[in-house]
């Protein structure tokens, strides 16, 4: 089975695509067969780190119908082992996506051959991005050490967790109006972790309680701290595990810490991915981040709600939180 990895940020240009490019690489030179898709509908980019150029169809073109399948769309890179389903080169419009393209996409994707399947998502918390993350319990959120970055990382986590609770009940349903009124009360300083509202739900059916419960307890997402610059910034990670599991409950796991080197740029201006030509302090972190990755035992994320969703209600986001 196919391991599949989004990674995402709360604040854009904190080095997701470089993470995702270089995480490739490294799994990759570990004998791991990796595809690496381009999610950021709109702002396509991976390719240019990986010195393709944008002229082959891929996700757009799936969605446009002009292919059947994502297997299909998958083109070879220059490294062994790693392999590349491209964005929207052909079809911009694609960056306009309906609730059931994401799903028509995130059904093929576990049908796709190889060991790691990394997701390189756009910034934020909009549906197009936190979407693509909750399906998948073991996402990678990256920031840098900036208070914004950080809080935004954290702001990210909440709307993820928030949204994949939502989305487990049906529309128009008593369960969502109670999760909806739960995030308009502010969570922060109230002592009320997630698992209050896991307590809250019990009260329509034992059930949903424990669901709720399990979904915060396997909402086990990893956080990468980029472009370090002082000693103190690695202990950033740290904190934002304890206040995720203060205020939301989750486990968070720290990943690993990558320092700000000025030949990360000179890398992505030659269009070769770092870990290629680099054998210092930073790849090894990558390939250190990739072992620990590796390590982890896949959870089973708790089902979101399958049958019709009402487009109306599925607008909610969490964001109001
Ligand atoms: N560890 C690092 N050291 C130095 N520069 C870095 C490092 N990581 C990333 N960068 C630089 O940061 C810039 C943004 O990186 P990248 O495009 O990967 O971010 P992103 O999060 O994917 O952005 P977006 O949100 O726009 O998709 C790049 O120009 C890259 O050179
Ligand atoms: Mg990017």
Redesign the pocket.
Known sequence: MNRIIP?A?G???????????NLGVSLAGMGKTVILVDL?LG?S?LHT?LGIKNNSPGIGSYLNKQADNLESLIIPTAIDRLFFLPGDGLYTTAVQQHYFQKMKIIKELPKLVADYILL?????TNHNIVDYFIPFPQGII?T?PETTAILNAYSFLKSALARSIYRHFPPRSAERDMIQNFFKQRLEGSGNSLFSLADQLSSIDVKHGQTVRKMIETFYPGVII???RSVGDRDLGKNLRIISRKNLGISLQYLGY????????R??TRRSPYCLDHKDQ?SSALEGICRRIDKIVPEKSIPLYEGDEDLDTLSWTGSAI
């Open positions: 990674v940020s604040k854009g240009g904190v080095g997701k695509s470089f993470i995702t490019v950021d702002a980019n780190l390189d998502l756009g910034a934020g990256v840098i980029n472009m370090g990558l320092e700000w080197m000025p030949e990360v740029s890398s992505i930073l």
